[in-house]
């Protein structure tokens, strides 16, 4: 099964336009302090990638770090269909404490975004899986592409990584540059009721490493 497109696809015309700092601020938060950093082509841009880089992140040693695809319905509606919210809330709080960085990539649904995903919620509670919903759509089941993030770590200036997730994919996504992922750190959040099936699928479908 294909479950992406390649990064050059999905990019489109502008792959070769550098992304930008244009913009940060300290925030703080529960978890502790971060400068959040925003990325962009142009300083318009409604929707840039954000950099979250923890107080005191030592750059010169292998850097704690999450690439985490926006998930409105997750991380800001606390939505229990998924785990994307919780993942979200303990890699914000291992970062604080041990310094890291989570690159937040504006890519909602695995890339097909809010109002499709809203679509395959409605699949999904007449019985398809996350990925069955997809195709029933007429969408690819994983459209997520990580050479934005990558370009930004490139920038920040780091070099090694333990990157926090169960993604097999997003470890590949390094293959090809210059940083090295020194170790992959689980991120695994309990199974509910609500989420079960959708974390099985991710598993036994997907080839994520969950228990």
């Known amino acids: ?8 696809d999905r990019l489109g015309p502008n792959l070769h336009e550098p992304l930008i700092r244009q913009g940060s ?3 703080p938060t529960p978890h502790g302090i971060f400068e959040l950093i925003a990325f ?3 300083a318009d841009e409604p929707m840039p990638t954000m950099a979250m880089v923890a107080s005191g992140t030592d750059f010169s040693k292998p850097v704690l770090m999450r690439f985490h695809s926006e998930c409105l319905t997750g991380d800001l509606f606390h939505s229990l269909r998924c785990d994307c919210g919780e993942q979200l809330e303990e890699a914000m709080r291992k970062t604080a404490k041990e310094g890291g960085v989570i690159i937040y990539l504006r890519q909602e649904g695995r890339g097909i975004g809010i109002i499709n995903k809203l679509k395959a919620y409605q699949l999904q509670d007449k019985g398809a899986d996350t990925i069955e919903a997809n ?3 007429g969408l690819p ?3 997520r592409e990580y050479d934005s993030a990558i370009e930004i770590i490139q920038q920040l200036g780091i070099t090694n990584v333990r990157l926090l997730t169960n993604n097999p ?5 390094f293959a090809k540059t210059s ?3 020194v170790e992959r750190v689980g991120l695994e959040i309990a199974k509910r009721p ?3 099936r959708y974390l099985n699928t991710k598993r036994d479908d997907m080839g994520h490493k969950l228990k």
């Open 1 to 8: 099964m294909n479950t992406s497109t390649p990064a050059t």
């Open 25 to 27: 601020a300290q925030i």
């Open 40 to 42: 962009a082509k142009t």
């Open 135 to 137: 195709e029933l759509l």
């Open 141 to 143: 089941v994983d459209n």
């Open 169 to 173: 994919l997003k470890v590949e996504a």
């Open 179 to 181: 940083v090295k992922v």
């Open 194 to 196: 609500e989420n079960e």
